[in-house]
């Protein structure tokens, strides 16, 4: 699902070069949008999601029209002083576990920020994966460690 034309080309030659079913999806909404495009035979690997933009203070996992968005987003709150990391999916199988478990521990925030259904989609799965292979890392969790540290079984 690419977020941009170069990713769109490469994705799409990737796609038709597996031996396996892909399924490519693309946001008509991004039929307008404007970008370089390399030249020649260039490819994007499937499963292998692409930081878009560093930082230290926040996770913002995002797929397809949503990576324009999300990077938005992170421009206007690095004006409130916040520090905001994008990782554009580009694939959600394989989904690259890895990067965004990585940047989840650098940063120890999370959001998503998808299109699919609330409930069963790929939001959802990425939160749960989060939540089983990262909570530790998370501030969140901490707090609650903390609070609950502090509470008196009777």
Known sequence: MPSNPADAKGLLKTAIRED???????????????GDVPEGDCTVPLGEAEVRRRGSDLTLVALGAMVPLALSAADRMAEEGMDVEVIDLRTVAPLDRETILTSVRKTHRAAVLHEAAR??????????MIQEEALPALRTFDMIRRASSNCRRE
């Open 20 to 34: 396996n079913l892909v399924l490519f999806l693309e946001n008509k909404g991004l039929y307008s949008v404007q």
């Open 119 to 128: 409930i069963g989609g790929v939001g959802a799965e990425i939160g749960m």
